[in-house]
């Protein structure tokens, strides 16, 4: 064994002990050229040329939220990336209501972008029921405190967006979604989707007041009309059902303020076909494709 150690000292390392003759070629302690080791290194030529600099320019940090044209175009399902760029070539394809014939034209993502006059949307539709809850503003702005955008921010990837409006103390139900198809459906003046609050009032409501809803009544100037109008079954008649097409509920403040009554609290409770059926307050549900199918056809 001793043997066997004498031999390892003769041996030459690079980490080792005995470095007066043995050679290493550790990195940093390479042979040198003899020749370029003879000649003094000049400071200024380490340093590039602007005519060398100029060769290698720096790369512009791509904007995340921007995207290609003709990829906004694929991802939306009209056709594939190559198509696209023929339809943007032949004008087919506007951008926030400009033609774009230019190829590789980014865009952002929220962009309004029309292919042959019709909006597109690269992202998946997504259609979102909320059971909202007291004390959440309905609004897609930031500093607004609590809003219900803080409800749904798990729901969807796509960039949904609350249809109507329910105070910040109101409860019930909420629809976000992407598809404006739908949303049109509920903005429509002529036809629009019907929504079913239950108001409480501050006392009960009188039987001539509740048919005078029913008929229909002018507050200044304007006609106040509903779809229906009653009583609760088996509640108090300070408790009203009352339907109707607008997409907020300024117009159930409008009708009860202008015959003297206060509301206490109001929770929508049925919007079209769709109910609060297992969302629990303060909890979301994807709708169906069968409830999805059916607001279409509305």
């Not at 259609?127 to 809850?133: C, D, I, R």
């Not at 709708?287 to 056809?297: A, C, D, F, S, V």
Request: overall charge positive; charged content about 30%.
């Amino acid at each position: 064994m001793s043997k066997q150690g004498g031999n390892d000292k003769g041996k030459a390392s690079g980490r080792g002990s005995n470095t007066s003759k043995s050679k290493s070629f550790t990195r940093g302690k390479a042979p040198l050229n003899k020749k370029a080791s003879t000649k003094p290194v000049s400071k200024t030529a380490a340093k590039p040329t602007p005519k060398a600099a100029s060769k290698a320019p720096s790369k512009k940090a791509s904007n995340p939220s921007e995207i290609r044209l003709n990829k906004y175009i694929a991802n939306s399902g009209v056709c594939s990336r190559r198509e696209a760029d023929m339809h943007i070539s032949t004008g087919l394809v506007s951008v926030n209501g400009k033609v774009v014939i230019e190829m590789g034209y980014k865009v952002q993502l929220d962009d309004e972008v029309r292919y042959d006059g019709a909006r597109i949307n690269p992202e998946p539709k997504a259609y979102v029921l909320l059971n909202k809850p007291k004390g959440f503003a309905t609004t897609v702005s930031e500093n607004k405190g609590r809003t219900v955008m803080d409800l749904v921010a798990n729901a969807t990837a796509s960039r949904v967006k609350p249809i109507g409006r329910l105070g910040r103390n109101s409860t019930g139900l909420l629809l976000f979604t992407n598809d404006d198809v739908v949303m049109s459906r509920f903005t429509n003046s002529n036809k629009g989707v019907e929504r079913l609050f239950q108001v409480e009032l501050d006392k009960p409501l009188k039987l001539e007041d509740l048919k005078k809803i029913r008929e229909g009544f002018k507050v200044e100037g304007k006609l106040v009309s509903v779809e229906e109008v009653d009583y609760v079954d088996n509640k108090n008649k300070n408790e009203i059902g009352i339907k109707i097409k607008n997409t907020g509920n300024t117009i159930l403040h409008t009708i009860f303020d202008s015959l003297k009554y206060e509301i206490v609290r109001i929770d929508c409770v049925q919007i079209a076909h769709l109910t609060k059926k297992d969302i629990p307050r303060g909890h979301w549900k994807h709708l169906t494709i069968q409830e999805i199918n059916t607001l279409k056809m509305m």
